[in-house]
């Protein structure tokens, strides 16, 4: 099963896109992208900055924008294969880049801000216990049915606060991403940061110093993922955001 996980890396990357986002200016956010939900949620995009500008070094696989993701869709709300964060916590994650530059790797994003409406579009897909073609690569020892009981798919992301990205490692010197031992988005133990396991000693190795990274420079883990890190000091702790993935709503820095 590990060795079968492991394989993922050789999927075509028709499905992964690698691209940056350069914000061309200040775009109204329409007032129609506001979730309903229980509660308000923010379109204000004036405290968030794109990656590629805030933290050049990083390299972008957005996959939410992709196919290459346990839906198999492009995901609602994401407009360019960009990637977004508040201002606080892409300070901080630009000095995680230094740091990482300094040890010979790259941040690898896969995901940052998450609009509402695309954790909406999860939402939908869960309820969709008939669609399931990319259970092979993301969920394979679950049923569809217990991903929203179980935590895997929830209401509200931490994502959507604008302060937590998904990341991994990438060794310059090898021209390929650090062996984490499984896959972003696998859903099952195996994501865990503390598991053990099948992994081998490097593999353990690797996912230590992405953590060591990220939480020298101010993020905090996710007991559960091994690439998720929410800025610890998060300015915006209570406020959910919903506007697009997309240049166009964040002004040039």
């Known amino acids: 099963m590990f060795k079968k996980i492991l394989k993922l890396a050789a999927l075509p990357i028709a499905a992964a896109v690698l691209s940056s986002c350069v914000a061309p200016g200040t775009k109204p956010i329409p007032s129609g992208s506001i979730a309903q939900t229980e509660s308000a949620v923010s379109v204000d995009a004036s ?13 972008l696989e957005i996959r939410y924008y992709s196919t290459y993701n346990f839906v198999g869709d492009r ?14 916590a892409a300070t901080a ?10 040890k010979g790797y790259r941040l690898k994003i896969y995901d940052a801000y998450r609009p509402q409406t695309a954790v909406n579009n999860f939402i939908e897909w869960a309820e969709d216990t008939d669609d399931t073609r990319m259970k092979e690569y993301f ?18 992301s931490g994502h959507s606060r604008g302060s937590t ?37 490097e593999q353990i190795q690797n996912r230590n110093i992405l953590r060591d990274i990220m939480v020298e420079n101010g993020f905090k883990p996710l007991d559960t993922e ?23 709503s964040v002004e040039t820095r």
């Open 75 to 88: 995901i609602d709300g994401y407009e360019e294969p960009c990637a977004l964060m508040t201002k606080e």
């Open 165 to 201: 990205v998904d990341l991994t490692l990438f060794d310059m010197s090898k021209g390929k991403e650090l062996d984490m031992g499984g896959t972003f988005d696998y859903f099952g133990e195996l994501s865990h940061p503390d598991y053990v396991g099948d992994l081998t000693p």
């Open 47 to 59: 405290d968030f900055v794109s990656l590629a500008e805030a933290v050049p070094d990083v390299i």
């Open 93 to 102: 994650l630009k000095k995680a880049s230094d740091d990482a530059v300094g």
């Open 226 to 248: 091994w690439w998720h890190f929410t800025l610890a000091d998060e300015p915006y702790p209570d406020t959910y955001f919903d506007f697009p993935v997309s240049g166009d």
């Open 139 to 156: 969920y394979p020892k679950l049923d569809k049915s217990v991903l929203f009981e179980q935590g895997y798919i929830a209401e509200k």
